[in-house]
């Protein structure tokens, strides 16, 4: 009697009923492991399969019953069966990247191996930035992650979202701005505190019942017409959770503090009063807190002293004043505005060196010789009296023309700095020389034009001597008690080895070579990148990937090291008005230097974490409201075609830097009907499968504006060599 024929699928592959099997039971028993503390009749287990032919249904039955009988599963007096195996749990934080997905990064990366996939349907409604409790799934999913199930929400990261008003006749949405948050949000219509169709306003969350698709709020605050420059920036202020007002009880306790310095507090620091000292600051700063004394010493040498704001002489620990200036943390700089950390009594006033008024200050003082070697120094608090407040532009001008006041002193300062940079260069240090995008906004805020700021050597005279003098503070703090002092550093570590391997094929994409295989060369081989690509277009391109390969600067009480620096020991110290951990190092000093022994070093740790996040709020906050501005910019700019460099390549779209603006908008491959592009990954490109066209990061494009978004924050082009030109769209206003 002969075999059988063998059953063949629909794409003429045999089927052999042990791979059925095998594959059923596998399916089988991952459906129960991803659904831990659950029970299932087999008839129910078939119809969440999905299971449709005849005979794999029959097979359901006797294949529960094996596992059973191997105790991989377990059976109830009642027929439904349970995953006998133990799952594992972790702790996390949401990164909601799209609709369809989130990913959950791990408090301790040592329990999973990468971050955790999590489908939309299983986040049982966390929201990103959302602490989650998550069930991993014992088995890795298609894509060879690790993948879980969202068991609690544990803490929101947030309530509150700013968002646009849709609104229909029997109830309304808040379309969110935020681009991590995918749902809209419900809201009735006697919720809306007034707000009409298409303003914006901030909605906080009420509730969000399990069986609901979207959360439901209700508005507490109207911003106004979307589209007009104060309501947008109050959009970005609300978005990323930045406050409107100073509050009440700490503003009211800056006033009260008195300006008057007594003779008590004078004899008990060094007196510069005498020596000639100056502040150099943006043109349109008003809180210097930083100033610079200078003068040549009887032996030949020459003193350069760095002299900060005392701000911890008058914000005092538990005060109103110390808990707002925590809480904020940082001073956020967005195209318009400044939101102070301090209240202006202090930051514009009491605190702030202004020109020929005694002041307050922490310095550290350098006793050099011309060559920039540093002989001496030392630490301590300090009297000045600034003789001059030069903006950046006119003490570049003294030296320049070799005139004006104190022009010969700014020069030799100048001289010294550029001897002590190119020390640093020589020690390893890497030269970021980032782009940095300014506007001339008319008085509604409007913006009238676009530039990109100019770094010159007055600018790397201030910084050169700020960094020494952070420098000297944290090896002075370290080398008290080899390190095991409390203490706040600002910390880099040492790139990754893999991600710079891409970066230097980035770079190669562009035409420039990075040996990476050296890792006691690293810095050098980035340094001569930076030089090659000054003032070429793809500068700010290169620069910006450059930055992303590396590690993230962070505060921290751990005597580590700064890479990008290339100094063993680093901190913050003349930056107090503006940044809370400057005023953290300048107490530990102040603790220190009265011979106080060290704090334990958990609560600093966990103010230094709460700098860090508070840091990367600010610089998110900025970066969205000069992407604001580029996007209205390029809204009213000259309809035109312009050079382009490929940023970034993707399978939905290619990113493109215009060089003439340094805007950066997307042509998105569904509009790119000139053929059909497939995204090659490993080689960074798009592919057109008819034509070959290749479309490689670094390639200079032509593009024209097909629509600016204002609420996206997003700019649409295409290919200026398209023959058939879109009608480009306007925001609305």
């Not at 094996?66 to 949401?94: E, H, M």
């Not at 799934?137 to 060879?144: A, E, M, N």
């Not at 002590?420 to 906004?441: H, I, M, P, S």
């Amino acid at each position: 009697m002969g075999r059988k024929p063998e059953r063949k699928n629909s794409k003429n592959k045999i089927r052999r009923p042990s791979d059925d099997a095998a594959n059923l039971a596998r399916r089988i028993l991952q459906f129960l492991d991803s659904n831990y503390g659950e029970e299932f009749n087999s008839k129910q287990i078939t119809k969440k399969l999905e299971i449709r032919d005849s005979l794999l249904k029959g097979g359901v039955e006797p294949i529960l019953q094996q596992l059973v009988d191997s105790g991989a599963v377990s059976k109830n007096s009642r027929n439904y069966f349970s995953s006998t195996k133990d799952p594992s749990f972790i702790t996390g934080t949401v990164d909601f990247v799209n609709p369809r997905f989130a990913f959950i990064i791990p408090d301790n990366p040592e329990v999973a191996e990468g971050d955790i996939l999590v489908k939309d349907a299983d986040l049982k409604q966390a929201l990103d930035g959302d602490k989650v409790r998550v069930m991993l799934f014992p088995l890795k999913g298609k894509t060879g992650r690790t993948e879980g199930r969202v068991l609690e929400v544990m803490e929101r990261s947030r309530d509150e979202f700013v968002g646009r008003v849709e609104i229909s006749p029997r109830f309304a949405f808040v379309v969110p701005d935020f681009k991590k948050m995918h749902k809209d949000i419900f809201v009735h219509r006697g919720e809306l505190m007034g707000a009409e169709h298409n303003e914006k306003v901030i909605v906080k969350l009420t509730e969000w019942r399990e069986d609901d698709k979207n959360p439901t709020g209700k508005v507490i605050r109207v911003l106004g017409k979307a589209g007009l420059h104060e309501v947008e920036i109050h959009s970005i202020m609300a978005e990323f959770g930045l406050p409107f007002e100073y509050p009440q009880e700490p503003d009211a306790e800056a006033n009260e503090i008195s300006d008057k310095i007594t003779e008590k507090e004078i004899k008990a620091r060094k007196d510069f009063r005498d020596v000639l000292t100056f502040t150099i600051d943006p043109a349109d700063a008003k809180d210097f807190d930083d100033a610079i004394s200078y003068r040549e010493l009887e032996n030949g040498n020459l003193e350069v002293g760095v002299h900060i704001a005392d701000v911890t002489h008058y914000v005092k620990p538990k005060t109103a004043l110390e808990k707002e200036a925590f809480n904020r943390a940082t001073s956020v700089y967005l195209v318009d505005r400044t939101i102070p950390m301090l209240p202006e009594r202090l930051s514009n006033g009491l605190c702030s060196l202004r020109p020929k008024e005694d002041k307050l200050t922490f310095a550290c003082v350098f006793e050099m010789d011309r060559n920039a070697n540093v002989l001496k120094h030392w630490i301590g608090r300090t009297v000045i009296h600034s003789d001059r407040r030069f903006a950046y532009e006119e003490a570049q001008e003294c030296i320049d023309n070799q005139s004006g006041d104190f022009f010969e002193e700014l020069t030799l300062l100048n001289n010294l700095a550029k001897m002590v940079r190119k020390k640093r260069f020589d020690q390893g240090a890497v030269n970021f020389e980032t782009v940095e995008v300014k506007f001339k906004l008319d008085e509604a805020g409007k913006p009238l034009g676009l530039f990109v700021k100019e770094r010159k050597d007055i600018h790397k005279l201030i910084e050169e001597f700020m960094l020494l003098a952070n420098k000297y503070v944290a090896e002075f703090i370290f080398k008290k008690n080899n390190g095991m002092d409390t203490f706040v550093y600002r910390t880099h570590d040492s790139p990754d080895l893999d991600r710079l391997e891409t970066f230097s094929g980035f770079a190669k994409r562009f035409g420039h070579q990075m040996d990476v295989t050296n890792v006691q060369k690293i810095s050098t081989a980035l340094n001569k990148l930076m030089d090659e690509i000054q003032g070429k277009p793809e500068q700010n391109v290169l620069e910006q990937l450059a930055i992303r390969s590396m590690a993230k600067a962070k505060y921290t009480t751990e005597p580590k090291g700064h890479f990008g620096l290339a100094f063993a020991h680093y901190t913050h110290f003349t930056s107090p008005i503006r940044r809370y951990p400057d005023m953290m190092v300048h107490r530990l000093l102040e603790h220190y230097l009265d011979g106080g022994k060290s704090p334990e070093a958990e609560s600093w740790e966990q103010k230094c974490l709460h700098s860090s996040e508070r840091e990367k709020r600010a610089a998110d906050a900025e970066r969205a409201s000069i992407k604001y501005k580029q996007v209205e910019f390029m809204s009213l700019a000259e309809q035109k075609d312009y050079d382009g460099i490929v940023a970034g390549v993707t399978e939905w779209g290619v990113f493109v830097e215009i060089t003439e603006t340094k805007c950066e908008g997307m042509i998105r491959v569904q509009d790119m009907d000139d053929d059909y592009y497939e995204f090659d990954q490993r080689n960074m490109r798009l592919v057109g499968s008819k034509n070959k066209k290749m479309i490689t990061l670094g390639d200079k494009v032509m593009v024209r504006v097909v629509n600016t978004d204002i609420d996206r924050r997003t700019i649409d082009l295409e290919f200026a060599d398209n023959d058939r030109k879109k009608p480009r769209s306007r925001p609305f206003n």
